[in-house]
Structures are given as structure tokens and as C-alpha cells.
């Protein structure tokens, strides 16, 4: 089941502007994990947050999380038409051999020269 | 060697045909993950191999066959499948469970 929910679905801004997405998650997790994913192709690992941290940065790329209010927000800064993507939130909830990751829906972000 | 191959990058299949998907990894990986993927929808897990045994069968129909002969090695049998199996077919692994993924290209299935 998909306990991940991403806001907003779709994103459309110019270049050089800066871009948020929000990633909402039901129960407690182990870490988050941010991905993307250009048009049919697999997807890339972008950041991994654990959850004893709010913050982390990646180049142009800053992500929080928020555990008390079970969500995360990805930034990207000063967008490029190559950030144009789907972005996937991930959480990591379970213990043991049965660890996986639970996906959100995504947020397909349109990045305009 | 951070990379994950998978092959064949397309494959156009009937109904009655039995054919197979190979993911490869040499990064001493020991989780490998099977994900189908309909289009602007997210990754679906299949099936987890961790230390080479299944672990996680999302209750996949049994046309999907998933083998590890290795810990480098993943491959996913399939026979007698629908249309609506058509989709992209991502292999991941991962050091160990609820890490990093590291993704393959995904080979695009039609079946028609």
C-alpha cells in the first residue's frame, strides 16, 4: 500500500526559479529517501534522510523532514530545464528481513528554458 | 561498478510466449528488488531477495517467476501473460534493506 502522498501532483515554473515538494507519510519510519526519475527511465537516488535529522543538502537540492508532522519537503534551487522530472518520496517504515520501501505518487515537475 | 543492468532494454511478447528478464549488479549489494511501473504511476514492488532468498512476494500472480542464482544475479520468468502486464520492469538492489536503491534502466514490456 502506498502510505507516501506528494504535493503538488504536477509542477510547471521557468528556469532559475526555485521549486518545492511536499511528501506526507503515515507512520513512523527508519528514513525517507527522495528519487528521480526522468520519462521512462529508472529512477536515481537524490537524498536520504534518517529520521533523528530535519535537515540535509545535496548541491542545489535541500530536503526537511518533519516528524511530528509526518511529512518532508523537497527544494530544488534555481531549477534547470534538466531538473525536468517525475520525484518520488520513499519511506522506509518496517524492521527485519521484511524492510521496504513505500512509495508516493510522485510529483512531475516541468521546468520551461 | 555503481551500476545496475538490466536486459533486454524492450521486449514484445504474446500471450503464450515464456521469456525472462536479467538484472545484474557487482556491487556486493545483498537486497535485489523486482518493481513493475505503470506510466505516471510510482514503482510497484514485486518480490525482495535478501541474502539471495525471497523475502517479500507482494502477492504477485504466478506467470511471474522471480530466481536468484547469485548475489549478483536476478532474473523474473514470465509465461502466459496478460496485456495488462504490459509496463516498465525496474530491478533495484541495495546494500541492505531500507537503504539506499540503486536502479536499472528498466526494460519495457508489451504484451500483446
Known amino acids: 500500500s502506498q502510505q507516501g502522498e506528494e504535493d503538488p501532483q504536477a509542477l510547471s515554473i521557468q528556469e532559475g526559479e526555485n521549486a518545492t515538494m511536499n511528501c506526507s507519510y503515515k507512520?513512523?519510519?527508519?528514513?525517507l529517501q527522495w528519487y528521480r526519475q526522468n520519462s521512462g527511465r529508472g529512477l536515481v537516488h537524490l537524498i536520504l534522510?534518517?529520521?533523528n535529522e530535519r535537515e540535509k543538502h545535496s548541491g542545489r537540492l535541500r530536503v526537511t523532514l518533519d516528524t511530528s508532522k509526518k511529512s518532508s519537503s523537497l527544494l530544488i534551487t534555481a531549477s534547470r530545464a534538466a531538473d525536468t522530472a517525475s520525484y518520488f518520496c520513499a519511506t522506509d517504515s518496517n524492521a527485519g528481513n521484511n524492510r521496504k520501501l513505500i512509495w508516493g505518487l510522485g510529483t512531475s515537475l516541468a521546468v520551461n528554458p | 561498478d555503481t551500476e545496475v543492468t538490466q536486459t533486454p532494454k524492450h521486449l514484445v511478447m504474446g500471450m503464450t510466449n515464456k521469456k525472462s528478464l536479467k538484472c545484474e549488479q557487482h556491487m556486493g549489494h545483498r537486497a535485489m528488488y523486482w518493481y513493475k511501473q505503470k506510466a505516471k504511476k510510482p514503482p510497484e514492488l514485486m518480490f525482495v531477495y535478501s541474502y539471495e532468498k525471497l523475502s517479500i512476494n507482494e502477492s504477485v500472480p504466478s506467470r511471474f517467476s522471480p530466481e536468484c542464482p547469485n548475489s549478483s544475479l536476478l532474473n523474473l520468468h514470465l509465461h502466459a501473460l496478460q496485456p495488462e502486464d504490459s509496463a516498465l520492469y525496474l530491478c533495484?538492489?541495495?546494500?541492505?534493506?531500507?537503504?539506499?536503491?540503486?536502479f536499472g534502466p528498466g526494460t519495457r514490456l508489451l504484451v500483446l
Open positions: 534522510i534518517r529520521s
Open positions: 507512520t513512523s519510519i527508519n528514513n
Open positions: 533495484a538492489s541495495s546494500p541492505g534493506g531500507g537503504e539506499t536503491q540503486y
